[in-house]
């Protein structure tokens, strides 16, 4: 069923509030996807703070044309689904980016806006290979915990030995 111009006008309008909050945006090609994929995509990405939502590419454009965002707009394939948070940025690229591997070939990341400027699919693939936060804490912690360690295991030896 054809979009009426008024409806049109409305979903524009929308998108352009909810992408000008936006903090990361991540453009997904999900040609040929099935039901339960798109069921468990949607959950996934709820669960880590993420909107998705499905748009017209015309529309997407029309939305993203009037912002603040720098750079030139990728090119846009496929069916287009928007995956953004307002909160940590690499969340979306990592949550799609977990679903592109899962779902080879059905689910494929064409691009993006990363601070403020839109990005290719290569850069936004690099970004979606950022660890978490929680993940990099836990790494931070175990660097700084490595030598103190270390440091612990050869005091233990050298007791040991002079107890011998």
């Known amino acids: 069923m054809a979009l009426t111009k008024e409806k049109k006008q ?4 929308a998108l352009k509030g909810t992408l000008s909050k936006a ?8 040609h040929g996807l ?13 669960e880590e703070g993420v909107s998705y939502v499905v ?10 044309e009037g912002s ?11 069916e287009l689904g928007i995956a953004y948070t307002e909160g940590d940025m690499t969340a979306p690229a990592r949550e799609v980016y977990g679903f592109q591997k899962k779902l080879a070939g059905n689910v ?10 839109f990005v ?3 850069r936004m693939t690099e970004i979606a290979e950022i660890p978490s936060m929680h993940t990099l804490r836990a790494q ?13 295991i050869a005091l233990d030896a050298i007791a040991e030995s002079k107890e011998q």
């Open 140 to 152: 931070f912690v175990n660097l700084i915990n490595s030598p103190i360690q270390g440091l612990a």
């Open 68 to 78: 603040d965002i720098t750079g030139e707009m990728p090119v846009l394939e496929g």
């Open 55 to 64: 748009a017209k590419k015309t529309l997407a454009r029309k939305a993203l």
């Open 108 to 117: 494929t990341i064409t691009g993006g806006v990363f601070e403020g400027q």
């Open 34 to 46: 099935k039901v339960e994929n798109v069921e468990e995509i949607r959950n996934k990405l709820r």
């Open 23 to 30: 903090s990361s945006i991540v453009f997904v090609n999900f």
């Open 120 to 122: 290719d699919k290569t």
């Open 10 to 13: 409305e979903v524009v309008q």
